[in-house]
């Protein structure tokens, strides 16, 4: 009896460690989605604070870009990938890989203008038209489902837009407004895209062409280099941090993107809105209607994970 109980025992030992490395691994695509939703928080709040002191944010995103492929160059060659570089060869994987970087070029154009005009607490808010844009995307372009449910995660977050627009004495302009609606878009179609485009690239060479091909619609036309070194010495470690931010918050969400579908992945990510709206409010004294913003905050993540 005693050795059989204890094959048994060991056998029993096996299944559970099987089930739990089963596990574990289905579940990886959460553990990236929740990194890279950290890193985006984190990100919004510098964004604010760096942005609001700058005089040129174009050339304050030059930097910033400039800082993330240097950053991409070093993970590709670190991983090795410069190794095993295999581009597809099908014409689809190459239309999707320009669509999604040419409106990551312009978001990049728009972001710290974005984050200059708006509070953090609400374009945190703002910028969950990014997932609404995105989600509907993927029901096109990979025939996931519309349901009930999704639809009204839809309205929730028309909602909660509608809550922090105030039409009484307002620090927040309809241009403004407009501005962080246009930079929320033109995001939402890039990650709807890297869905589409990652699928035939290796994460690492796809995370550099993510960088490289932006730049070039970001730097022309008419981009001065003193400009960028300007804002490399106003804020130095502050365009480094960002940039380390915005990088890794990229790559674990591109590989979440590998391991599961965008309607799993994008309501994770962007579940970082919450977190800037509370740290706008309690870290950079955002405390204007402040019970309002918190509610539509709420609302906001509440039709995220609806759009799941």
């Known amino acids: ?48 604070i760096v942005s609001v002191d700058s005089k040129n944010p174009r050339a304050l995103s030059l930097a910033f870009n400039l800082t993330s492929i240097f950053m991409a160059v ?29 409106f990551y070029g312009m978001f990049e ?9 708006l509070p ?3 374009y945190a808010i703002i910028a969950n038209v990014t997932v609404v844009v995105a989600f509907f995307l993927s029901v096109v372009l990979y025939k996931e489902t519309l349901t009930l449910s999704k639809t009204i995660g839809f309205l929730l977050i028309f909602l909660s837009l509608f809550l922090i627009i105030e039409k009484k004495k307002s620090k927040v302009t309809i241009k403004a407004v407009l501005v962080g609606l246009m930079t929320s878009f033109v995001l939402g179609v890039s990650v709807a895209l890297d869905k589409k485009g990652a699928t035939y690239f290796k994460p690492e060479i796809y995370n550099i062409l993510g960088w490289v091909i932006p730049f070039i619609v970001l730097y022309f036309p008419g981009a001065k280099v003193n400009d960028i070194k300007l804002q490399f010495r106003q804020f130095s470690w502050k365009i480094v941090l960002l940039a380390s931010f915005n990088f890794v918050g990229f790559y674990l969400g591109l590989k979440a993107l590998f391991l599961a579908d965008a309607t799993k992945v994008i309501p994770i990510t962007q579940s970082s809105s919450i977190i800037a709206v509370i ?16 509610i539509a905050g709420i609302i906001a993540v509440v039709g995220v994970f609806l759009l799941r």
């Open 1 to 48: 009896m005693g050795p059989a109980w204890r094959i048994t025992f060991y056998q029993v030992g096996e299944i559970i460690s099987s089930e739990f490395f089963c596990y574990t691994f289905k579940m990886t695509w959460l553990y990236y989605s929740l990194g890279a939703a950290l890193c985006y928080a984190s990100l919004n709040i510098l964004s604010r």
């Open 74 to 102: 070093i993970l590709f060659l670190l991983t090795g990938a410069y190794k095993r570089i295999i581009f597809p060869s099908q014409t689809e994987a190459w239309v999707y890989l320009l669509i999604a970087t040419f």
């Open 109 to 117: 154009r728009l972001r710290f203008f974005a984050t200059k005009l």
């Open 120 to 122: 953090v607490s609400v």
């Open 279 to 294: 740290a706008g409010i309690f870290l950079l004294k955002e405390k204007s209607n402040l019970f309002k913003k918190i």
